[in-house]
């Protein structure tokens, strides 16, 4: 309500009876005397928003307006709401004060008595004044309120001070567009000394946020995750992307304890934590998934939507065109650190008590492990692991995965601890490349008795383990490894593919309907479905391309093609029930293939491996089906896809590329060309048209698809670090010959594909860094 008084001005110089206090830009009144206390209610600390019509918005304008105007009325206009006042002549005032720690010179009002002298204060706002002079600490506010007789004070709205928000009060921060931020095949990937460059990760995570809020996703409602693999600079990026979050207007954040959670617990806990009004609405994952960590190696960030998948192309190609016009951000500097040690949540008020925002640190592992023990028959795998013969050992390689394996082998499987290698993660994987392949995983393709190239080595008398497994930082990769036996990631996909019905998960949802690989994934799995007639896809490399086949019905009524398994050559592999490569799922699986195979040659009835060609009647009783019997049985069914990549890493962009277009452009010509024993069927760079929602990849690999079916692939890596890595992969179908070493096997196709790309030429060397 605001209320006009009218008070004389007699002569030029005679006052008015009424002086002015400021607060920031707003107007207050210090004192009233004379003729104009008579009026009733006119007291200090009424807010004055007009003199004689004019907007007043400090104390020296509103004397100004008085000095300059007229003999006659002057008309002042107040408000009452907005400050307090009383005159006082006892002592007891019914004040809890205190300093405010976001601006040291300002004392807040945190209770008021009913029953003391200022009833109608409400608490949170500021004790701006008394009698006129500035209140700046408690202890001078103190002081004055016992020394004065009679006291008015002034009191100030926090918002009219810009401090209502206080830990929650966004700030706008300029910055300019930093180049080179389109993510890559899974996120944005960098140095860690760039990402902690000023502004950097601030700008990425701002064009997320407005690329999302463009989207319509109401992020005001749900739930933001937040993850990483616990690499160097973890804790401190997700301290920055919670105070980002308030500022953008987030109200609930959900971080994995100690700021760790694996890429498909991220998936798994989007899609499953929490009632339908908490959901999570997205992810941020921290994490440059196999690549090196530590402050001078790489560090990411990768943006996971509702359904818990990769953001799709559409998305990140926005938030990418938001990178390169960004020139704001918002953030909130005042709120607090959150400790990301013990689970809980911390509840978090603006300073007038309206807003609230709850950051809970949650458990890493629960959601995770509680999808696990659905999908997978526990008991079985647990009377596998229980066998006397059977042994197993899971690194982790340092990565985020190690508290998922010692809650999955140790507290529910009831393992010794010793099953779990490299279980503790750390900000630097030990210094080591956590990638589950046979050259970086090399600890324990040692123990399982294998060189880096997958051959057997000489282990003396040492027993090796039954079964191994490795995840990579991350832990959304699986390397899976029999007894001095290396299980390409091709082959895994169609073994498991094959078994599914093994699975409670598949099997209670009336078996598989649809697989997919990626394109340089061997065809493998494409037997097993022509077989047994599910759909399969071929699909871009990068995991998001699975999805939309996952949320085909669902999401795009369309064809159901769920229950689905999906995998890619780079050592993933999952199914459907989240939207990422999941490398705990894949050992799982393995394990309830093991566990399967091995109950039906205990029970002595037909093994499923004896419908294929291995025979396990020819095993006594009790000896262990093997992950080799399992392997070896399926390429005695299905024929083997001999398969292998090389990896030439770190090496020069320009001359990659150029090899590249080299190769692009002479699709046309060499398609039909002879070259060694091989001919040309068709050459091409794979394009890919996504039969659920329409859209086009393009420029997603060279391919030479020979007459023979053999196939040889160039691509590019999407996720080096620094330079290029150049990707050849090699295929060839043998029916009948599975027996021979695959290297030996795929020796004449590898020059080929060395003389089709002259990859010397080009990048200077043909020696590969790594080979798969
Ligand atoms: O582009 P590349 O380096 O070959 O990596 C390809 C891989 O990148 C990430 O790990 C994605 O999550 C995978 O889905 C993809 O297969």
């Not at 701002?206 to 990483?228: C, D, H, M, Y």
């Not at 598989?512 to 097993?528: C, F, Q």
Request: hydrophobic fraction near 35%; proline fraction near 4%.
């Amino acid at each position: 309500m605001t209320i006009t008084w009218v008070v004389k001005k007699k002569s030029p110089t005679t006052k008015v009876g009424v002086t002015f206090i400021s607060i920031n830009k707003l107007v207050a009144i210090k004192s009233v005397s004379g003729r104009a206390a008579k009026l009733t209610d006119l007291v200090p600390g009424l807010r004055v928003f007009e003199i004689n019509g004019k907007t007043v918005q400090s104390a020296k304008q509103a004397c100004d307006i008085i000095r300059k105007a007229p003999i006659g009325d002057i008309r002042i206009t107040t408000g009452g709401q907005h400050h307090s006042a009383v005159k006082i002549s006892e002592e007891r005032t019914g004040f809890t004060i205190r300093q405010y720690e976001n601006k040291q010179d300002c004392v807040l009002i945190t209770h008021v008595d009913p029953f003391g002298l200022f009833p109608d204060v409400p608490t949170g706002y500021f004790l701006w004044s008394i009698n006129g002079k500035r209140m700046k600490s408690v202890n001078q506010t103190i002081t004055s309120l016992k020394r004065e007789k009679s006291v008015a004070i002034v009191i100030a709205r926090p918002q009219d001070l810009g401090y209502d928000l206080g830990p929650l009060k966004p700030t706008t921060v300029k910055t300019r567009p930093i180049e080179g931020q389109k993510p890559g095949t899974s996120g944005l990937r960098k140095k860690t000394k760039r990402f902690m460059e000023s502004n950097y990760l601030e700008n990425f995570v701002q064009s997320t946020f407005n690329a999302i809020k463009a989207r319509g996703t109401n992020i005001v409602e749900g739930t933001l995750l937040i993850g990483g693999d616990g690499r160097y600079f973890n804790k401190e990026a997700i301290q920055t992307i919670i105070k980002m979050a308030v500022a953008n207007g987030v109200k609930r954040i959900w971080v994995g304890q100690d700021g760790l959670m694996s890429t498909p617990a991220i998936s798994a806990t989007i899609r499953e934590r929490g009632p339908i009004w908490q959901q999570a609405f997205g992810a941020f994952i921290l994490t440059a998934s196999h690549n090196p960590g530590g402050p001078d190696e790489d560090f990411g960030i990768k943006y996971n939507c509702e359904n818990g998948g990769p953001a799709p192309d559409i998305l990140t190609n926005t938030i990418y065109e938001n990178t390169t016009k960004i020139y704001k951000y918002f953030i909130c500097p005042e709120f607090p650190s959150i400790d990301l040690s013990e689970c809980g949540p911390t509840n978090v008020k603006s300073t007038d008590g309206m807003k609230q925002v709850c950051v809970e640190v949650i458990s890493s592992t629960e959601n995770h492990v509680t999808l696990l023990k659905s999908i997978f028959d526990f008991d079985a795998i647990r009377g596998l692991l229980d066998r006397n013969d059977f042994s197993m050992v899971y690194d982790a390689m340092h990565g985020v995965n190690g508290p998922y394996a010692k809650k999955v082998f140790v507290d529910e499987l009831g393992q010794p601890e010793s099953v779990c290698m490299n279980c503790v993660p750390k900000d630097d994987f030990n210094g080591a490349h956590a990638d589950p392949n046979l050259t970086y995983a090399k600890e324990l393709v040692e123990l399982m008795g294998l060189d880096r190239k997958g051959a057997k080595i000489d282990t003396g008398a040492k027993v090796v383990q039954s079964f191994g497994a490795a995840a990579d930082g991350d832990g959304d990769r699986n390397m899976i490894l029999g007894t001095r036996f290396f299980v390409s990631p091709s082959d895994s996909l169609a073994v498991i593919a094959s078994y599914a019905h093994v699975i409670p998960f598949f099997r209670s949802q009336g078996g598989l309907k649809g697989v997919a690989r990626s394109m340089p994934t061997s065809g493998a799995v494409d037997l097993v479905a022509k077989d047994l007639g599910f759909d399969v896809f071929e699909t871009p490399t990068g995991w998001k391309y699975f999805g939309n086949l996952m949320d085909s019905k669902a999401i795009f009524q369309g064809k159901d093609y769920t229950p689905f398994i999906c995998g890619e050559e780079s050592f993933g592999t999952g199914s459907d029930h989240v939207r990422e490569k999941d490398g705990l799922w894949a050992v799982l699986a393995w394990l309830s293939i093991l566990a399967y195979e091995n109950s039906k040659v205990e029970s002595s009835s037909k093994s499923l491996l004896s419908i294929l060609a291995f025979d396990s009647s020819n095993k006594s009783s009790n000896s262990l089906v093997t992950v080799e019997d399992i392997v070896k049985g399926h390429w005695a069914k299905y024929g083997r896809n001999y398969y292998c990549r090389w990896d030439f890493e770190g090496v020069e962009k320009a001359g990659a590329e150029k090899m590249m277009d080299k190769m692009r452009e002479s699709a046309t010509a060499n398609t039909g060309k002879e070259i060694g024993q091989y001919r040309i069927a068709k050459a091409d760079d794979f394009s890919y048209k996504d039969p659920v929602d329409g859209t086009v990849a393009k420029k997603q690999g060279i391919r030479f698809l020979m007459e023979d079916g053999s196939r040889i692939i160039f691509r590019l890596s999407g996720t080096a670090g620094s330079g290029a890595t150049v990707r050849m992969y090699i295929e060839q179908y043998e029916k009948e010959k599975i027996d021979m070493i695959a290297s030996e096997a795929l020796d004449g196709l590898v020059k080929v594909a060395l003389e089709l790309s002259a990859i010397k030429t080009y990048i200077g060397t043909d020696e590969p860094t790594v080979i798969t």
